[in-house]
């Protein structure tokens, strides 16, 4: 639908989004035979939206397609060999591409602690992408967020590829965290929650704004801002060493997808907290945030600004950006330093 919808124009796009908005949807995976990976590939196929699945994994993509094809939904799944070739041929035509390849957290670690192994893994596969999929909606799950997503920035630069509007850090699990926890408090419906989350993935740049939610009264609830923040090393912890958070991230990952889908196919509002290249903190040398972003056919439609927030939440917001710079800046280098093959 993507190449076939850009060709539309006027009249002839909103009859297709009436008539049919349901061809041609390639979502690729990449990484999709882990702990993210499979649940999230589960999900998709479960998403009449998507209509061609593809999976990659360094190991068992093939094994993953040929169990999630059975499924009786009408998307068709293919599961690609761990090649050049079969990289190239899993991203070629994909409207959106989903990386949650790399290693995950164990207790006492820190998610900048899986940089050296996951930023090679992410500038291979945005390499791939770049030239496989140069148009793709590129959904970064893989860890440190703060920093992969710069990485796959250089690298489409390095290509001559890059369009800012079309790279998104996914941060929705801090969002479906947070509305959660604070559901828990209140004894409220999760799914009447929305609180928004700025700035970044992981610790203190992880900011929720509850004075924006219909319960300012939480802004200064430590226990639960530490909660919102350390949401993660909850899992890290309970897992013992096993992984980190498979499941809920796999939901939140499908959540993103379906919001850029839907957008794509003419929806209007979809409203996101992502962490994308953003206008909002560059004076500070900040050039990626997470804010509430209005997604569209293009990707991200409009930026919001932060908005009001409390003073207490100010204080929030600038450690964020102090701890930011610092990962994002390490994204970069990296790039400089290792441009790989
Ligand atoms: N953004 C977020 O909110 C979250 C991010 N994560 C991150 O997601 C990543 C994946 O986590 P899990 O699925 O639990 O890990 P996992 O180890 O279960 O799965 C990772 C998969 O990536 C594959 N892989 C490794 N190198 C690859 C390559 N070059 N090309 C393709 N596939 C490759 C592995 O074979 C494996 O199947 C981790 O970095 C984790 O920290 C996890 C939870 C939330
Ligand atoms: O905590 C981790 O390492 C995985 C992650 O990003 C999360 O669960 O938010």
Redesign the pocket.
């Known amino acids: 639908m993507f190449a076939a919808r850009r060709a539309l124009t006027g009249a002839a796009q909103s009859r297709a989004f009436s008539a049919s908005t349901r061809d041609l949807s390639k979502v690729t995976v990449l990484g999709a035979a882990g702990g993210i990976g499979q649940p999230l590939s589960l999900l998709l196929k479960l998403n009449p939206r998507v209509t061609d699945l593809a999976l990659y994994d360094i190991r068992m993509a093939p094994g993953v397609a040929a169990d999630i094809s059975h499924i009786n939904t009408k998307s068709k799944v293919t599961g690609y060999d761990p090649t050049p070739s079969g990289l190239a041929a899993a991203l070629k035509g994909a409207e959106i591409v989903l990386i949650p390849a790399g290693v995950?957290?164990k207790p006492g670690m820190t998610?900048d602690d899986l940089f050296n192994t996951n930023a090679s893994i992410v500038r291979d596969l945005a390499k791939a992408a770049a030239e496989s999929a140069p148009d793709a909606n590129i959904l970064v799950i893989s860890?440190p967020?703060n920093s992969t997503v710069p990485i796959v920035a250089e690298i489409f630069k390095g290509k001559g590829v890059y369009n800012p509007k079309r790279l998104f850090g996914v941060t929705t699990?801090?969002v479906v965290r947070a509305s959660r926890f604070v559901s828990e408090i209140k004894k409220t419906d999760p799914k009447d929650e929305n609180i928004t989350v700025v700035g970044g993935?992981s610790g203190v740049t992880i900011v929720p704004l509850f004075s924006q939610s219909s319960h300012p009264d939480l802004v200064g609830n430590a226990e639960l801002l530490n909660r919102v923040q350390f949401?993660?090393?909850e899992?890290?912890k309970a897992k013992d060493g096993a992984g980190?958070?498979t499941l809920s991230?796999a939901m939140a990952g499908a959540r993103f997808a379906e919001s850029l889908l839907r957008a794509a196919q003419g929806e209007k509002g979809v409203v996101e907290p992502t962490f994308v290249d953003s206008p909002l903190f560059k004076d500070q040398g900040v050039e990626f945030f997470a804010s509430k972003v209005e997604l569209g056919p293009s990707g991200v439609e409009k930026i919001h600004e932060i908005g009001k927030i409390t003073a207490e939440e100010q204080k929030l917001v600038d450690a964020c950006i102090a701890d930011l710079k610092k990962n994002i800046e390490k994204g970069v280098a990296f790039v400089a330093q290792n441009p790989g093959k």
């Open positions: 995950p957290r998610r860890n967020v699990l801090d993935h949401g993660g090393d899992v890290v980190s958070a991230m």
